[in-house]
Structure formats: C-alpha cells, structure tokens
C-alpha cells in the first residue's frame, strides 16, 4: 500500500486547508487525505473574537463544507475522525472515528501535522463554577458560548491579551456589560509597552468595559442567578457567564506518540521538517526554528513554502517582521513585538489621537513596534524598517 499511500495533512483550520490549496497549485495528481476530529468546515478563526456584536451565527461563520472543499481540492476529507497515534516506522496513523466508536489505520507517505493549540486552562481556584467557563477556540465553541449567552447581559471576561480584549471590545459593541480581569497590570502587557496599554484601556473603559488590573480570581462560585468572581483584593464582581481568553499552547501529545523532538511546540527546522524525515509541522502545533507564532501571518507564509517542499522543491520558511491586527475596532491597534529575548528599550511619541511605541536596540536598530489610532499610518513604513524575525 505505501506505494499509493497519500500525503496526508491532520487538521483542516487555516494552517491545514491553505496548504493544502497550495500543493494542489503544484501537484494536481498525488493522491492527499485531510482528517479532522471537527466537521472541517472551512472558516476563518480570527473572525470568532469579532463576530457578536454583527450577530452572526456559527453557521454564517462556516464559509465551505467539507464536502466542498474535498470537491475543490479533489482530496478525501475524514471529519469527526481524531488521530490518537502515529506509528513512523510503519508509516501508519491510527484513527478514532466519533461516533460509533470505530477505529482503523491507515497508510501516509509524507505526514503533516497541522493540529493546531489548544486553550490554556485557568489554574485551580476555589469555587464549583470552573466547570462553567467557556473558552473559544474554534467554531463549536463559539457556537457553545453564543448559545449560553442567550437572555444575559454581565460577562466576566478572563485574560487581557490579544483575545480577551478583542473579545471585550466586541461584546460591550454588542451591548453586554463587561468585567475584565488579569494579573497584569495593563491590557496586552505581553505585547505593548504601558503607555501604549493604557491607550487602549482608555478608549474600551469609556465604551463601558470594566478592568480589573494586577488583579486575580480567588473563587468563582454559582449564585441563584449566575456567578460570584472574588478578587485577590476581596473585591467581589457578579456576572452571567464568565468566557477565559488565557492564550494558547500547543498541544504535542500526538507527536510525542511519534516519538518526534518537541519544545513548546512540535519542533521543526526552515523546511518545517520534524525529527523524522517524514513527517512536517505548521501552524499553531509547530515551533520552526525556535519561533511559535500563533498568527494567520506566518501560517501563509509556512503553507506557501512547504507546498513547494512537498512538491519537490525545498524551500526555507523565512519570516519577516509580522505585524498584527488586533481587532479592537473601537481603538485600532497593531503591535510587531520584538522577540521576547531582544535587548533595547521602548520610545513613545504621539498623543490622544493616536500613540506609536518603537522598540530599538542600544545601536538604534527597530526591532519591535505598536501603533494606535492615527498613528496605525506608520505601519507600513515601520514594518519595512523593521528586523526580520529570520536572518
Ligand atoms: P486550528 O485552527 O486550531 O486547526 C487545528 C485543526 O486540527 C482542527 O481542524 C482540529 O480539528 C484538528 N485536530 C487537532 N488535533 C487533531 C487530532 N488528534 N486528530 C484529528 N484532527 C485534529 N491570528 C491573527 O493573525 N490575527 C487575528 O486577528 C487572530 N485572531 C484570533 C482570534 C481568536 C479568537 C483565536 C482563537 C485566534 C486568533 N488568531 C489570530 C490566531 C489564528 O487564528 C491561528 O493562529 C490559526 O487559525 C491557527 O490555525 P491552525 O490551522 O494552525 O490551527
């Protein structure tokens, strides 16, 4: 079988079906196998953080059918199917499919694991309402937490990183009241210098989002009518529903079956090749050359060079300076942070219409940016001034 056996692709987010779109630009007969342990309905998952406040649906947000895309593609497509091994000697995957308990294995001749993250959790804390937090972090949850949302109006939102406030920013839009807590002591802290955290937290405070900086949850209690959240400084907030934004982490579970070299993600060289020779890695699973990125950016750029690869032509990923978007619509906002082990210092210029952060080494080199408001018209110009992440 291994003769005919396909290139297989796990997992059918962005990462999955773009590399598969372009090595079909390249190579329209080799046979190819997607599996996903979702309905692998293509979908564009930064939508999922700016989608409530239009009311859209899960459904409206689900752009192409499996079905289609295996159609486009001319590929096989197994949804609801979860891959629970890899066997690289024999080259075989062993399949779960979901319902009906069915199991089966199959052949690959080259496999690419594009498995995506998955939620960081909230690290215990008293109370018996965890059960009841919600994360998103692809359609269904979306659809789970849009559903709960139904006939309530205060959510506690945990986390004011590039998800949590874009998830702020929508729903005070879509006219829920808002209680956002994080340890840190601005919103972004990971990503911006202060004033340029403060710049944002101005703007979503004035539309009616609560912060609660530098600030913890020591409980999460059910009530009669929903949940009491007790903060490390005893102040105590009430809330509907409460939704984590804590970032991501990639899960490498299904590669250490493999037995492949993983870190924070599944570890792979420029040509995104794994410690097997056979198998390759990209988008939010994949750490390449020491870098996890979990943007659309850098998944692009990943899919279009490893289509080459797979096709025939070895083709290094290099990355650039990659700006990103973040989607607070209520203060626009773009940061290129600098690598977290870069050495220089931050400088700010700009004023209430609009802040812009450069972060230079002591030589004067631009290695890290954030723009706001009227300042987003230099993005351009710096992101060309920018270092590359790659030499
Ligand atoms: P995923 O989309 O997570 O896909 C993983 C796939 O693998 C799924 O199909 C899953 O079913 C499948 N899978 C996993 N394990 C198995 C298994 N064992 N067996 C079978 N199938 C499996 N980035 C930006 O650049 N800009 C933004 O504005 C932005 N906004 C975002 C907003 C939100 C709310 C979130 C959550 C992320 C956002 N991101 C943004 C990040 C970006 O969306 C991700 O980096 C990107 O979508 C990751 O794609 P992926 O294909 O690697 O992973």
């Not at 290099?318 to 931050?346: E, F, H």
Request: aromatic content about 6%; glycine content about 8%; charged content about 20%.
């Amino acid at each position: 079988p291994e003769a005919s056996a396909p290139l297989v692709i796990i997992g059918t987010g962005l990462a999955g079906y773009n590399l598969a779109r372009e090595f079909r630009q390249r190579d329209r007969t080799s046979p190819l196998l997607l599996i996903s342990k979702d309905d692998g309905a293509f979908y564009s998952k930064p939508l999922l953080s700016a989608s409530l406040s239009h009311g859209k649906t899960a459904q409206q947000l689900s752009q192409i059918s499996a079905e289609e895309m295996a159609r486009e593609l001319d590929a096989e497509i197994l949804v609801h199917t979860h891959v629970t091994a890899i066997a690289p000697k024999t080259k075989t995957l062993k399949l779960q499919q979901e319902t009906g308990n069915h199991s089966a294995e199959i052949h690959y001749d080259r496999l690419v694991l594009a498995s995506g993250a998955r939620c960081r959790k909230l690290p215990a804390i008293a109370g018996d309402a965890q059960a009841r937090l919600f994360r998103i972090n692809n359609l269904g949850d979306y659809h789970r937490f849009r559903t709960a949302l139904v006939g309530h109006k205060r959510v506690l939102l945990i986390g004011a990183g590039l998800i949590g406030c874009e998830f702020a920013n929508d729903l005070v839009q879509a006219g829920f009241d808002v209680e956002l807590v994080d340890p840190q002591g601005w919103p972004l802290a990971t990503l911006l210098p202060e004033a340029a955290g403060r710049d944002l937290q101005e703007t979503l405070t004035n539309s009616g989002v609560n912060f609660h900086l530098g600030r913890t949850i020591c409980s999460l209690k059910h009530n009669q009518t929903g949940l009491d959240a007790l903060l490390d400084n005893d102040e105590k907030l009430q809330a509907d529903i409460a939704l984590a934004a804590l970032g991501l982490e990639a899960d490498t579970s299904l590669a250490e079956t493999a037995g492949l070299n993983t870190n924070r993600g599944i570890s792979v060289d420029r040509l995104l090749q794994s410690s097997d020779p056979h198998i390759f890695a990209l988008g939010d699973c994949a750490e390449v050359e020491g870098h996890q990125l979990f943007y659309v950016a850098p998944l692009m750029t990943c899919a279009r060079a490893l289509a080459k690869t797979l096709s025939g032509e070895p083709c290094p990923v290099y990355y650039g300076a990659i700006p990103v978007a973040v989607k607070t619509t209520l203060r626009p906002t773009t940061v290129c942070p600098p690598p977290p082990t870069a050495v220089g210092s931050w400088k700010i210029s700009g004023d209430s219409e609009g802040l812009c952060a450069e972060f230079r080494s002591p030589k004067g080199e631009l290695l890290g940016f954030a723009v706001t408001g009227a300042a987003i018209a230099k993005r351009d110009r710096l992101t060309l001034e920018c270092l590359p992440l790659m030499n």
